[in-house]
């Protein structure tokens, strides 16, 4: 089992804070994940709909779409952030 943590307008769209998902052996990468989840509900596609802008942490460390992701124990699925 894969924990997933979403955040902000993420975890509106999608409906819930954060789950529990078996993924399939083909879900390698941050960027396979992603396409995954959106196969999961219109709720999903809706929250994920532009993928490219999507950051994701592993373990609370961001990382690249192209990054494996087998081993985390946690990732936090974020919307674009701004900071000052």
Do not use: C
């Amino acid at each position: 089992m894969t924990r997933l943590v979403y955040f902000a307008w993420v975890r509106e769209r999608i409906g819930k804070g954060e789950e529990e998902i078996d993924l399939p052996s083909s879900v390698v990468t941050v960027a396979d994940l992603l396409n995954h989840l959106k196969t999961l509900g219109e709720e999903y596609e809706t929250a994920l709909q532009y993928p490219d802008v999507i950051r994701v942490a592993l373990d609370m460390e961001h990382v690249e779409h192209d990054e494996p992701i087998s081993g985390a124990n946690e990732i936090g699925i974020f919307p674009p952030m701004t900071g000052g």
